[in-house]
C-alpha cells in the first residue's frame, strides 16, 4: 500500500531473500491481488523471483508474469543462461514483450561473466535492460570487506557499470543497509554516481529523497547543458567541430552529453 504513495522511479516487490520460505506462496497471492487492485503503483514495477533452479522459481515466474510487470528481476545472476533460462521461460508463457528484464550482479561469476551478459543484452531479441549490483550477496560471496566508501568494492562495481554501458542498460547502484544513518547514505549516492551509475536501489522511504537528489540533475548542471545546446545553436557554430566556452573546450560529444541531461531533466520534470 506504501509503494503507491512513494517518490520513487520504481518499486521492486520481492520474493526472494525477504521473503521467508514458508510465506513464499502467501507473498504471490497478496502481490496479485494488490497489483491487480485500485492502489497500483503507477510508477515502473519490478518483481524480483526466486532462481529460476530453486524450488520456488518457476511458481514465481508464473505470479510475476500474471502481474504484468515492467521488469522481472532475477537474482544471483551467473552468467547468460540464468538470464536466457528466464528468457526461454517466459516465451513458453506467451509473456508479452514490455515484460523486461533486470539482473542482480551478485555473485563473482556475474562479475567475471559481465561482458558475456553485456552481449546478450545487445542481441535484439533479449529482455535485458538493466543490471542491479547486490552489495550483500557480493561481500558475502567474495569475503571483500568493503571498506571506508567501499573503496574495496569499488573495481568490481565498475565491471558492472563497464558491461552496463557495453550492453546499452540502464544500471543501479546497490542497496545501503544502514538506512538510518542518512549522512553515509548521501556519501554512497555521490561515490554512485561518480562511479557511472544511474540511480541506486533503496531499502526505505528515508533513502528516496536523497537518492533523487544525487541522481537526478542539479540546476547548475541544467543551466550549463542549456548554455552548451545554446551556443551550439548558433549559425557561427553550426558547422564547428569543437567550441570553446569560458575557459573549457566543449565538442559535439558534450553537446550529446548535454542534450541527454536536459531530456532526463524534462522527463523527471513531467513526472513530479
Ligand atoms: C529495513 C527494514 C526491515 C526496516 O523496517 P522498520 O524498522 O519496520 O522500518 P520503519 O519502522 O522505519 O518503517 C517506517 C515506515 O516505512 C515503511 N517502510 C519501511 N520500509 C519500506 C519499504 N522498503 N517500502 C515501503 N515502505 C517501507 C514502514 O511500513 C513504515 O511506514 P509507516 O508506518 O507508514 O510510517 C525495512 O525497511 C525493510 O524491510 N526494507 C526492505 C528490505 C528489502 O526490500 N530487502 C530486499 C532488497 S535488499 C537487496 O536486494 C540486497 C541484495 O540482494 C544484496 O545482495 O545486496
Ligand atoms: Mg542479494
Not at 547486490?134 to 568493503?146: F, M, Q, S, Y
Not at 537518492?211 to 540533475?217: I, L, S
Not at 542549456?226 to 559535439?252: D, L
Amino acid at each position: 500500500m506504501k509503494s503507491s504513495s512513494l517518490e520513487c522511479d520504481a518499486v521492486v516487490f520481492d520474493f526472494e531473500d525477504s521473503v521467508a520460505p514458508d510465506e513464499k506462496q502467501n507473498a504471490r497471492e497478496k502481490l496479485r491481488a494488490f497489483l491487480a487492485g485500485p492502489n497500483r503503483p503507477k510508477c515502473e514495477i519490478a518483481i524480483r523471483i526466486n532462481a529460476l533452479s530453486s524450488e520456488w522459481g518457476t511458481e514465481d515466474l508464473l505470479a510475476a508474469r500474471a502481474c504484468e510487470p515492467n521488469a522481472i528481476l532475477i537474482p544471483k545472476v551467473e552468467g547468460v543462461q540464468s538470464v536466457s533460462d528466464v528468457e526461454r521461460a517466459l516465451s513458453e508463457m506467451d509473456a508479452p514483450e514490455s515484460i523486461g528484464l533486470w539482473a542482480m550482479m551478485e555473485t563473482p561469476r556475474s562479475i567475471l561473466n559481465a561482458g558475456a551478459i553485456a552481449d546478450h543484452a545487445r542481441d535484439p531479441s533479449s529482455r535485458l535492460d538493466c543490471l542491479i549490483v547486490g552489495p550483500n550477496d557480493l561481500a558475502k560471496e567474495t569475503r571483500i570487506i568493503p571498506g571506508p566508501n567501499r573503496a574495496n568494492l569499488a573495481p568490481l562495481l565498475l565491471q558492472v557499470v563497464l558491461a552496463a554501458r557495453a550492453g546499452d542498460m540502464t544500471v543501479l547502484d546497490g542497496v545501503s543497509n544502514n538506512f538510518k544513518d542518512l549522512e553515509r547514505f548521501a556519501a554512497e549516492c555521490q561515490h554512485g554516481r561518480e562511479l557511472g551509475f544511474d540511480g541506486k536501489t533503496l531499502i526505505h522511504p528515508a533513502q528516496i529523497d536523497a537518492a533523487n537528489r544525487f541522481f537526478g540533475p542539479t540546476e547548475e548542471e541544467i543551466a550549463e547543458a542549456e548554455a552548451i545546446v545554446a551556443e551550439f545553436a548558433k549559425p557561427e557554430n553550426s558547422t564547428r567541430g569543437v567550441i570553446s566556452m569560458s575557459g573549457k573546450m566543449v565538442e559535439r560529444l558534450h553537446l550529446e552529453i548535454a542534450q541527454d541531461l536536459l531530456s532526463r531533466a524534462r522527463l523527471i520534470r513531467e513526472r513530479t
